[in-house]
């Protein structure tokens, strides 16, 4: 499983190896402040369990772009996120903004879950 902590901007596996600590999810003033996670379009990735499913290239986004789907939530109402790149246009996307390197990583990988915490 891989676990994302939205207030410590941090991605890693299970077993405590560290990912990245270059994430960061939500905008403006709700950015990484995870108890703001039920503010659509600004707030970040709500806590829980996450389906991980099979990246591919958007026009409108990025580069494997790879969609999330809540398994154990009801992802406070919203939907469409995603973990993805760093876009020029803010709010075109919700989820996690994480590098590209780290996407593959993820894309290539049989572990298909992620929990969002705190």
């Not at 991605?11 to 403006?28: E, I, P």
């Not at 039920?38 to 409108?60: C, E, H, Y």
């Not at 760093?86 to 994480?98: C, E, L, R, W, Y």
Request: overall charge positive; hydrophobic content about 40%.
């Amino acid at each position: 499983m891989w676990v994302y902590s939205v207030t410590a901007k941090t991605l890693w596996k299970n077993s405590g190896d560290v990912v990245t600590t270059r994430c960061s999810s939500g905008h403006d003033g709700a950015k990484d402040i995870s108890q703001l996670d039920d503010m659509k379009d600004i707030g970040p990735i709500p806590r829980g369990t996450w389906q991980v499913l099979n990246g591919f290239d958007s026009m409108a986004i990025g580069a494997k772009t790879i969609p999330l789907l809540p398994l154990d939530h009801t992802a406070k109402k919203r939907a469409g996120f995603t973990l993805h790149g760093n876009m020029v246009k803010m709010h075109q996307a919700n989820g996690i903004v994480m590098p590209l390197s780290v996407r593959d990583k993820i894309d290539k990988s049989k572990d298909r879950t992620m929990l969002v915490i705190e």
